[in-house]
């Protein structure tokens, strides 16, 4: 491992620490527990109970039926007041999405119903028949096996409907309230008396960690020998799940919404900028690529995420980079020419932050502050003039680094825009689409800043900064955390904030090495007694 990375992750470990305000020695109990039973960790977390994500909901029902092509639902977006959509806190049911689940069940069951031949074979269509369905797939839905109170329910509403309307209403009709049932619609885990989640809840919580989707058969099958009891079986099952393109999946479910991809789709330009539907599909693929070939396919680490020359292009997105376009329908890794580094000089990073008329230094900088080095600043004062910075015609040509500091000049204004505006400002050689432009307006581009105290002369030199910095190294660290604890902060837990920092800079870095040491970790499982 290089020097300078061995000190940053070594750095890394002790800023993610003191930034989530732990401490690892001297400290016993929690508020929580007078008693001091949790030792020096803290109590074993227990995960509240909490429903499917929409993204969990769609991938589960998904695998479910894997044999037959399923009807689109439509569901209300899910809130996503950390930046992830699996916030256990903010995922309260609606009467509107009850309604959606309702209509949703409906269009799915009626497919099964439809394509019965191939997702239950049965010499007869039967009371036993119905039972054999029952028995395949409402364990799975429920992601543990069916208590006899349950079994018998489904099969009294099935045979009733068989009685009343034949087999294939039945079939339907069972399906539905199986995909309506509070069982599979949340995560509800069943905790004994020693705080000890059962198997299939073990094995829940690694599949939608890893993959955003419900345990697969060797999974089910592990829960059932009781096979995930000890970190080794447990490591055992996340090593194979690593290998699985599932797991590019659930990489990205977390990466794109960190990263916010979706802000793309958000965004107007002016006609002149040509961000047609295909050009928005390239630039978001482009992005989608890098991460998933560069990041995970090939064990990038945050220095690989700003500092990487690699990229992809395809025919629409060529010209953004000035570089000869593959052949249409195609793409084609490439190094970047010299005037760019990394995922925050892409073209897809760029025009998702820039405003119709010219580039955003402020969503820029706050991406930066937010995303990279966990920097809150909260909302604007009340009255603050919200409106995009434009030129003044009785001040001449103007810069849009004039422009901002004209507008955000005002001391109230500066609390906040003194932070933002000197990192954006390194990204003004780059226009609203991220295209390189040699002038502003016809004067000089002025790309110096400032970052945690440091001068820097443009983009090239904020990314190197930032990629050696151990606030960047905390802060995707607690990210990460952040979405596999379902919105639920870390700080209770201090040895499992210290031991994924630990096993993080173990991996040398590497991302897919922060998701597997959070994966493998005994109290994320909840496997470890309370006094470890």
């Given at each position: 491992m290089p020097q300078r990375r061995t000190r940053s992750l070594t750095s890394a470990r002790a800023a993610l620490v003191a930034a989530l305000g732990l401490t690892l020695a001297g400290c016993w109990g929690t508020i929580a527990d007078p008693g001091n039973t949790g030792g020096e960790c803290g109590l074993v977390p227990l995960p509240a109970p909490r429903r499917l994500s929409h993204t969990e909901y769609r991938n589960t029902v998904r695998d479910l039926f894997p044999t037959i092509t399923l009807p689109s639902v439509e569901l209300v977006p899910d809130p996503t007041p950390r930046g992830f959509d699996n916030d256990a806190e903010a995922l309260q049911p609606s009467a509107l999405l009850v309604n959606q689940y309702n209509v949703a069940a409906a269009r799915i069951a009626e497919r099964v119903r439809q394509r019965r031949a191939d997702v239950i074979d049965c010499a007869a269509a039967d009371s036993a028949c119905g039972a054999a369905f029952i028995a395949a797939y409402a364990p799975r839905a429920y992601r543990r096996p069916l208590a006899a109170s349950e079994q018998a329910t489904l099969q009294q509403v099935f045979d009733g409907y068989l009685a009343a309307a034949g087999f294939d209403v039945a079939l339907e009709l069972t399906t539905q309230v199986i995909l309506q049932s509070p069982a599979f619609l949340y995560k509800v885990?069943?905790?004994?008396?020693?705080?000890?989640?059962?198997?299939?809840?073990?094995?829940?919580?690694?599949?939608?960690?890893?993959?955003?989707?419900?345990?697969?058969?060797?999974?089910?099958?592990?829960?059932?020998?009781?096979?995930?009891?000890?970190?080794?079986?447990?490591?055992?099952?996340?090593?194979?799940?690593?290998?699985?393109?599932?797991?590019?999946?659930?990489?990205?479910?977390?990466?794109?919404?960190?990263?916010?991809?979706?802000?793309?789709?958000?965004?107007?330009?002016?006609?002149?900028?040509?961000?047609?539907?295909?050009?928005?599909?390239?630039?978001?693929?482009?992005?989608?690529?890098?991460?998933?070939?560069?990041?995970?396919?090939?064990?990038?680490?945050?220095?690989?995420?700003?500092?990487?020359?690699?990229?992809?292009?395809s025919a629409e997105t060529a010209a953004f980079y000035g570089l000869p376009a593959p052949a249409a329908g195609t793409w084609a890794e490439v190094e970047l020419p010299a005037e760019r580094k990394g995922f925050l000089m892409q073209a897809q990073f760029l025009a998702s932050h820039g405003h119709p008329n010219n580039p955003s230094p402020v969503l820029r900088g706050l991406f930066v502050l937010g995303d990279l080095m966990c920097v809150e600043l909260g909302s604007p004062p009340a009255g603050v003039d919200m409106s995009i910075p434009e030129g003044d015609p009785q001040m001449g040509p103007t810069t849009n680094r004039q422009n901002y500091d004209r507008v955000t000049g005002a001391d109230l204004c500066q609390t906040c825009h003194s932070i933002i505006n000197p990192i954006g400002f390194t990204f003004e050689r780059f226009d609203t689409m991220g295209r390189v432009r040699s002038d502003d307006n016809g004067l000089p581009i002025d790309t110096s800043g400032t970052v945690a105290g440091a001068t820097v002369a443009d983009a090239h030199a904020l990314v190197e900064v930032r990629a050696a910095s151990p606030q960047v190294e905390s802060c995707v660290t607690r990210k990460y955390m952040l979405y596999a604890l379902a919105g639920t902060d870390a700080t209770d837990d201090r040895c499992l904030t210290r031991d994924v920092a630990d096993g993080f800079a173990a991996s040398g870095g590497s991302l897919v090495g922060l998701m597997r040491s959070i994966a493998v970790h005994p109290r994320f499982n909840g496997i470890v007694a309370e006094a470890n």
């Open positions: 885990e069943t905790v004994g008396p020693d705080r000890q989640p059962s198997p299939y809840d073990v094995a829940s919580r690694l599949s939608y960690l890893l993959w955003s989707t419900m345990p697969d058969d060797e999974l089910f099958a592990a829960a059932a020998s009781s096979s995930l009891a000890t970190p080794a079986q447990v490591e055992a099952q996340v090593d194979r799940m690593l290998a699985d393109p599932r797991a590019l999946d659930g990489f990205m479910v977390f990466a794109s919404q960190w990263l916010d991809l979706a802000r793309l789709d958000r965004v107007s330009k002016l006609p002149a900028d040509g961000l047609t539907g295909s050009v928005r599909d390239a630039l978001r693929e482009e992005a989608r690529r890098f991460l998933a070939e560069i990041i995970f396919a090939r064990g990038g680490t945050i220095d690989d995420l700003l500092t990487s020359p690699r990229a992809f292009i």
